[in-house]
């Protein structure tokens, strides 16, 4: 404790003399083979969440949404034992600005009406949709363009680089959210070029669904013809060679049984002929039911054979996670917050992030982050585990139960630096101390 005031100390003394510094590591993690070794407290912006990275000559760039405020952080995190935050980028006013995609020197931000539960006032007015940003100056971004849904927003996006990004947009006539393909190839007039959805979220379209919505991204082969999609209670593979007509070429029905929003978003392992795909939990603390809605249905976290992408079959399911020894609940349900999976280190894409091999990376909520070697596909195992510890500040509204740690997003650099974010934190920097993990590309 006394050297945790000391460094805390000389990083508030180096403040005042205006040089950028690190935030000490907060004490009372629990792990298993990992250790933590850098934090930041993001500028005292707790709830960070979407993170993309970006290597620029000798410097290592993170940007980050925040889920109660409304705008953009960015960090040097060239020195990843001592994250620093460099600035704050405003946002439009009660508007969720939570994801955000970058490929070369474009990057593109979703705007989307925030919900009341999540702190959104209905009486106020807000943006939407996406804004197109030359960041070829990683520091001072230049507003390109901007593309509206003419409803209440997206939620997510993808974006491999290119002539298009994707998008979970919401839109005029329809239930939920659906796939949106957007043509940036001028970004100060983007427009939409292809559109897909399932039957039942159009208005006037039979049955009526109102359980069905698309959570995104889309992940795009690098030929640009495939699209693979969690979508609602499905995982499905489109033929997107025409990107104005996607056509099915497969898709695989979770839900009934599982649970929460029943694929939240599916990616292929490379030379597998595997992907995975994996629910958001939700209930918990996030929710009135409290516990009830934790168990109510297993959330779904497996691997999907697709040798025959035309018939693809469920493989495996992974292990659920389980408390470390001595925690005053015996499952994760009754900690307290909301238990399950929620993100993946997805944006493998892009050139700084570690590229997907044998070991799968999820955030859990509750359970923070789960690490799992995928080797053998019909036994995946978990290797390690890393739970922050309990918030000593509440930033939000939720859990409405009880301030616990929600662990949300995950991104795991070249260099083998594990990066996490939670909903009353800033953002952890991890290392895994097991057998399997790729070796560091980069320095």
């Known amino acids: 404790m006394k050297q945790q005031t000391v460094t805390m100390a000389l990083a508030c003394v180096l403040a005042t003399m205006g040089v950028a510094t690190g935030d000490p590591i907060p004490q009372g993690s629990a792990l298993s083979n990992m250790r933590a070794i850098g934090y930041t407290g993001v500028g005292g912006k707790g709830g960070a969440f979407k993170m993309v990275i970006r290597h620029v000559g000798d410097k290592w760039y993170m940007y980050t949404g925040h889920l109660w405020d409304s705008g953009w952080s960015i960090l040097d995190v060239t020195d990843a034992t001592n994250p620093k935050f460099v600035k704050f980028i405003e946002g ?66 993808g974006y491999p680089g290119g002539k298009y990004f994707n998008a979970a947009a919401t839109m005029p006539g329809f239930r939920g959210q659906i796939l949106v393909f957007v043509d940036i190839s001028d970004p100060k007039n983007p427009k939409e070029a292809g559109r897909w959805w399932m039957n039942g979220q159009k208005e006037g379209e039979t049955p009526e669904r109102r359980d069905i919505s698309f959570h995104g991204p889309a992940i795009i082969t690098d ?37 929460g929003i029943p694929v939240h978003d599916i990616f292929p392992i490379p030379g597998r002929n595997l992907f995975y795909a994996h629910a958001e939990a939700t209930g918990g603390g996030d929710t009135d039911d409290g516990p009830l809605a934790c168990t109510a249905a297993l959330p779904l976290n497996a691997l999907v054979d697709i040798k025959d992408e035309a018939h693809p079959r469920l493989r ?16 994760f349900c009754n900690k307290g917050g909301r238990f399950g999976p929620h993100n993946t280190n997805l944006e493998y894409h892009l050139p700084d992030v570690e590229k997907q091999g044998n070991l799968i990376y999820t955030t859990y909520f509750n359970a923070g982050l789960r ?45 083998g630096n594990i990066f996490i974010t939670d909903k009353h934190w800033g953002i952890f920097v991890l290392k895994y101390l097991g057998k399997g993990e790729p070796a560091p590309t980069a320095k």
Do not use: C
Request: net charge negative; proline share 12%.
């Open 92 to 157: 439009p006013d009660n508007t969720n600005t939570i994801q955000m995609e970058i490929h070369g020197n474009t990057m593109i931000t979703a705007l989307q009406k925030r919900p009341q539960n999540w702190g959104g006032d209905p009486k106020r007015p807000n943006d939407e949709g996406a804004i197109i940003w030359d960041i070829s100056d990683p520091l001072n971004w230049k507003r390109l363009g901007q593309w509206k849904t003419g409803a209440n927003g997206i939620h997510r996006i």
């Open 223 to 259: 030929d640009g013809k495939k699209a693979y999609v969690g979508y609602g209670p499905e995982a499905a593979i489109l033929d997107i060679s025409d990107i104005a007509h996607p056509k099915v070429i497969s898709d695989l029905t979770f839900s009934p049984p599982f649970g």
């Open 371 to 415: 690490i799992y070697d995928i080797t053998d596909a019909t036994l995946p195992k978990e290797v390690a585990w890393f739970i922050p510890p309990t918030p000593v500040k509440r930033y939000g509204p939720l859990p409405y139960d009880k301030l616990v740690s929600e662990t949300e997003d995950v991104l795991v650099d070249t260099r």
């Open 316 to 331: 495996s399911i992974f292990p659920t996670p389980e408390p470390p020894k001595g925690m005053p609940y015996t499952d």
